[in-house]
């Protein structure tokens, strides 16, 4: 497992406060932030520690941007440093620690204020362990939770992360398995029960018996050439000539014959083959949820609710332990509502991941083993990995 990792913004070197002592900031960087950072397990990195050849300003704005933490030294209101921590308020939501000498504290920029900064005492040394401390416990409720801390987000809650977006190419299973001292009798359980990241394009999952599809209340699957997951799965599961070409749309058609009406109520699920994905795939059958319904003519869809969308959870497991013309044991869901313009993405997949959590804690006899969520680009994919490491029931089995 890959260790996550700090950028450290301060100054170096000597430099003097607003009263003209000097701060040995790399004493500040040695004794106070390093061991503060790296008792959480956090690999820290300040840029003058950066090895290799290339631009130095590449790799500090890369980390400055992708860096799972940072902390930021504002003492002396260097100019470089606000600098640097604009960048990241802009680009990061979440897990940027402020620190600062007491003298600054009492004059820092109005821009600021209202943020939560910790200070320490340059000239008090015995005052570092309680600052140690502090940094420590923030980083670790910070990876823990996701909380927002950038005012730049804070004011516009709308703002979307730009960083982490790009497709992840390669595919990567990342485990988790529920512990269990949890279950009065272990002999109970129908194998190890585990809940799971499938990062990457979902192209290349295999092996997983039941794909969930996300549909309106219309269950009009994507056209072919759709950004949707929709269409990627009924172009994948569709017979095609040696051209590529449509002879058969399975899946769209077996939807169609499944529907006695115009709509479906939300949460609705219909279950059909998954033509050739079955050969290609692994997939032994598409569960399509209704989980989205149109605003009016012309105004697109709305997601819907927490409540609908953890029943979709649910019910789609116990779908799965109650049919009895086929039985599986793994299912993949698509982050139902992190598309949601109104909802932060770590909020929606903190409660899909625990409604999974729970559906085991609570049936631990389910015919299901295997709950995993598809997570296409990094910033989902990492807040897939801080929703399940954040779970307590729940512990990471190495790849």
Request: hydrophobic share 35%; charged share 25%.
């Amino acid at each position: 497992m890959k260790p996550k990792n700090c950028f450290v913004i301060m100054p170096f070197g000597e430099k003097p406060d607003q009263d003209d002592l000097p701060v040995d900031f790399n004493m500040v960087y040695q004794e106070i932030i390093k061991p503060a950072v790296t008792a959480t397990g956090v690999e820290c990195v300040r840029s003058d520690e950066i090895e290799g050849a290339g631009s130095i300003h590449k790799e500090m704005f890369e980390r400055i941007c992708y860096a799972d933490i940072a902390v930021v030294d504002i003492s002396i209101l260097n100019p470089n440093v606000f600098y640097e921590l604009g960048v990241r308020h802009a680009l990061n939501p979440f897990s940027t620690v402020i620190i600062g000498d007491q003298k600054t504290i009492e004059n820092i920029p109005f821009n600021i204020h209202g943020q939560r900064i910790i200070s320490y005492n340059y000239q008090n040394k015995s005052s570092y362990e309680t600052t140690r401390k502090e940094i420590t416990s923030y980083i670790g409720e910070g990876l823990k939770t996701g909380k927002n801390d950038s005012p730049v987000f804070e004011n516009i809650p709308k703002l979307k992360v730009s960083k982490g977006k790009e497709p992840i190419k390669e595919l990567k299973t990342i485990r988790y398995r529920l512990k269990q001292s949890l279950l009065g009798n272990v002999l109970s359980l129908k194998g190890k029960k585990v809940v799971g990241i499938k990062a990457g394009t979902i192209r290349n999952v295999k092996g997983v018996d039941v794909w969930v599809n996300t549909e309106s209340v219309h269950m009009q699957m994507a056209r072919f050439y759709d950004k949707r997951l929709s269409g990627i799965i009924r172009y994948r599961g569709a017979e095609k000539n040696e051209e590529g070409q449509i002879i058969k749309d399975t899946i769209a058609e077996a939807l169609y014959g499944k529907m006695d009406g115009s709509v479906v109520e939300t949460g609705t699920i219909l279950v059909t083959t998954a033509g050739k994905l079955s050969e290609t795939n692994d997939v032994e059958r598409i569960f399509h949820i209704a989980t989205t319904m149109g605003k009016a003519i012309g105004e697109g869809y709305t997601d819907v609710p927490e409540a609908t969308r953890t029943s979709c959870i649910t019910n789609a497991l116990e779908k799965m332990d109650h049919t009895e013309d086929f039985k599986s044991n793994s299912i993949l869901f698509p982050l139902i509502g992190a598309s949601n313009e109104d909802e932060r993405l770590e909020d929606v997949v903190k409660t899909l991941c625990e409604t999974a959590t729970n559906y085991f804690v609570n049936n631990s006899n389910s015919s299901v083993n295997e709950i995993y969520f598809l997570a296409r680009t990094k910033a989902e994919k990492d807040a897939c990995v801080r929703a399940l490491e954040a779970i307590d029931r729940l512990r990471r089995l190495e790849t």
